[in-house]
């Protein structure tokens, strides 16, 4: 990672952590995912911060970056159909048949896509765009954030004594 990233994060402390983490979540591009998490476990560890601090932001601004996404489209689902372009012909029974599949087995179905790289990302869009119930994604965005975010973070804290 850069050196300015390290300043950043060293300046504005766990705030930069949390911030960063949350963007990601949000979607903005840049560094991947894991990359920045397992950066984090690596620099708490090397710089003396509070690692359960850090866990736990970093888990927080998973939750709450998914959480806001699928929101915004649990909520904003008849907006965005009054605004699609007419040539973008969705069938009923195609999305009657996606909600299915992904509500089925308790959401077990969103667990595992949560904790895939790359489709992790649209998952809080698509399961707030075939309104999944809201205590039903809580609970799935809760323990994979727990996996996925301090899994990673944790590995890169583990790490930091093999290279240095």
Known sequence: MSPMLTGYILTYGYLAIFGLVLLQELGMPGLPNELVLFY???ISHQFHLNFPVVISLVVLADITGSFVLYLLFYHGKLWLAR????????????INSLKQKMAAHDGRNIFMAKLTPFVR???PVVAGLMQV??????RIVFFTAIIWS?????????????FY
């Open 133 to 138: 119930q809201p205590v039903l994604y809580g």
């Open 121 to 123: 990302s649209y998952i």
């Open 150 to 162: 301090g899994g990673w973070v944790t590995v890169g804290w583990l790490l930091q004594g093999k």
């Open 83 to 94: 605004i699609k372009p007419k040539w973008l012909r969705v069938p009923v029974h195609k």
């Open 40 to 42: 984090f476990g690596f």
